[in-house]
């Protein structure tokens, strides 16, 4: 078989996107948002996912002009130069160094009631295991696997929330009073939603045609998009006690009746391992791609970047340790990866500003940066201390 028969094709790649951006986005989000805001949560949504697809269709363009396992830095360095480039790269592997340990223990949670004698941290090591094994599996493979764990996953919560939604015996909406600072938070949370757009550069030597991304990043931001608006509409007006906590399985009872719980966790650990092998094998393909060091810089023979993918591994072991030890929460590795995520995400924004000719990208690319600024100025104050000094370090470093 030719190498070109291996690559990725638009529904591979798909499959390869829309598990992971769903991921543990769907499963812990619009529950939480519901929790904390009520029906206000509907305005978070249209609007994160509105800029989602805005976002999502920019990082393909430039994926497109500067394709490679660098992604978007590579666009960032022809633009702003390399220091930039590694600026922007060593956000988005911060990002990477906290965000995978905290969807490591969400799915580790949904799990632990069948494994009642393992703890959460051995669960996320024992699941990042499998990931690990995962990732050395050929990446046309892993897209084909992908794409029908997420088509399967994807019809059950769209079947779910619309039998939800017709079968309402009462139609009732009512906006909650709520303040600035809960709104600027919900949009911190909601952004892990869009998270995900900007590792898919990292796949573009992977594909057969370049024009392969914007098809997948199309359908994927659409399809992504209507499970979470119907989800949420079910979460909102489907008939579900009033006076607690909403639960996500909730959705899926009506059609699933007792193999919901086992059906929910079966779910959230695929959309979680699915989240770590884009973001895990993205960075990995990042690393290899800045030459750092030999180690770090070498591949297998199906261009599995071996090297990078050990380093990041470490990490997450010792990430773990410090989580066993209580040192880390899984509300600090969420914050602090939020806001290194947002941070990349700007740069690469950025970059578009100034590589796009003027036109509708360029002027989305301007208001995406003010609105993603905003948001990030809610995140954890240290991470922006930090965030902000890696920035001063690069902007005075000759």
């Avoid at 599996?137 to 997420?150: E, P, R, T, Y």
């Avoid at 600027?184 to 909601?190: D, E, K, M, N, P």
């Avoid at 960075?283 to 060091?293: E, G, P, Q």
Wanted: net charge positive.
């Amino acid at each position: 078989m030719s190498t070109e028969n291996k690559k990725l094709n638009t529904f591979t790649l798909s499959g390869l996107i829309i598990g992971p951006i769903l991921g543990s986005g769907l499963i812990l989000l619009p529950p939480l948002l519901y929790n904390m805001i009520g029906n206000f949560s509907l305005i978070i949504w249209a609007v994160i996912l509105s800029l989602g697809f805005v976002f999502a269709l920019i990082f393909a363009k430039l994926a497109i002009l500067y394709p490679g396992d660098g992604g978007v830095s590579l666009a960032t360095k022809e633009a702003m130069g390399k220091k930039y480039q590694l600026l922007t790269s060593f956000y988005l592997i911060c990002a990477v160094f906290f965000g995978p340990v905290a969807v490591l223990l969400i799915a580790a949670k949904f799990i632990q009631v069948y494994f009642p004698n393992t703890s959460l941290v051995e669960l996320s090591f024992y699941i990042y295991l499998i990931i690990y094994c995962l990732l050395l599996i050929k990446i046309d493979f892993l897209g084909k696997l992908m794409l029908i764990v997420s088509s399967t996953i994807t019809i059950i919560f769209l079947l779910s929330s619309i039998y939800v939604l017709f079968n309402i015996n009462e139609f009732s909406f009512s906006f909650p009073n709520i303040e600035v600072s809960q709104i600027g938070y919900s949009f911190v949370l909601a952004f892990w939603a869009i998270v995900g757009w900007e590792v898919i550069g990292n796949y573009s030597n992977e594909v057969k045609e370049t024009n392969i991304i914007t098809r997948s990043v199309v359908l994927s931001a659409i399809i992504v998009s209507l499970v979470y608006i119907l989800v949420t509409l079910a979460i909102c007006f489907g008939d579900f006690p009033k006076n607690e906590e909403f639960k996500l399985v909730w959705i899926i009872k009506p059609l699933f009746a007792n193999t919901s719980d086992l059906l929910l966790a079966t779910i959230s650990i695929i959309l979680c391992i699915g989240t770590l092998i884009l973001f895990v094998g993205g960075v990995a393909r990042l690393i290899s791609s800045l030459k750092l060091t030999i180690y770090t810089s070498k591949h297998l023979r199906n261009n599995t970047p071996i090297g990078a993918l050990n380093f990041l591994s470490i990490i997450y072991i010792i990430t773990l340790v410090l989580v066993s030890l209580d040192y880390l929460t899984l509300d600090n590795l969420v914050a602090f990866a939020d806001a290194f995520f947002i941070a990349n995400a700007i740069i690469g924004l950025i970059t578009a500003v100034i590589l796009f000719d003027k036109g509708f990208f360029k002027y989305s690319a301007i208001f995406l940066i003010g609105v993603f600024f905003i948001i990030m100025l809610f995140s954890n104050i240290f991470i922006l201390a930090m965030i902000i000094g890696l920035f001063l370090f690069t902007y005075f470093k000759k």
